[in-house]
């Protein structure tokens, strides 16, 4: 059991990690948090694909990695940002910047 809580954090840290860097600008999120949005981008992700194909097969990592960055995403929403800056305050200085 250990070894799979083990496993899952690292999952998650990898995903969440990808997700990342995959939307440009800096994100202020802590590793914790990075770790989160990767299990849940991989459970949601795998109850999804598990769910349309009518239980012949879960999701992959591809798929873990979609829902990880649409989690980052709107995480981003949230917090008042947008696609290129991760939050309301990035956004105000882009504007300032004319970008």
Known sequence: MLVYIVALI????IL???ARL???????????MTIGLGIAGSLIGGIL????????SAGGFFVAF???VLL???VRRRRGGDFL???AS?????????Y
């Open 90 to 98: 990035a956004a105000r200085r882009r504007g300032q910047r004319r």
């Open 72 to 74: 980052v995403y709107l």
């Open 66 to 68: 979609l829902f990880t």
């Open 49 to 56: 694909v598990y769910v349309i194909s009518g239980g012949r």
């Open 10 to 13: 690292v999952q998650g840290l």
């Open 16 to 18: 969440g990690a990808l």
């Open 85 to 87: 800056s991760p939050d």
């Open 22 to 32: 995959a939307l440009p600008g800096k994100d202020p999120m802590s590793i914790p």
